[in-house]
């Protein structure tokens, strides 16, 4: 069994360059990507670029670190729990 890996974004928070981190894993077909008007992590949205992964959250300085972060978590962390 394969264990779905859903990524939420805040729209505000793909407004400030996040948006990127977006386009990349749209294509990933093992990735849903989704969009919430607000993840409520504000404090941290405000702050850093930020995805939900799975019901965590994972932050960066820069979408191209948010972008490794995310990989790094889905590789490190989910894959442990198939």
């Known amino acids: 069994m394969m264990i779905r890996i859903r990524v939420g974004f805040c729209v505000k928070n793909l407004a400030k360059g996040t948006e990127q981190v977006r386009q990349q894993l749209l294509k990933d077909p093992d990735i849903d990507v989704v969009e919430y008007g607000c993840t409520s992590y504000c404090g941290i949205c405000r702050l850093y670029h930020k995805a ?12 191209e670190q948010l972008l490794d972060n995310i990989n790094d978590y889905i590789d490190n962390e989910l894959m442990d729990q198939l």
Not at 52 to 63: C, E, F, Q, S
Request: charged share 15%; no cysteine.
């Open 52 to 63: 939900i992964v799975n019901g965590k959250p994972i932050t960066a300085d820069t979408p």
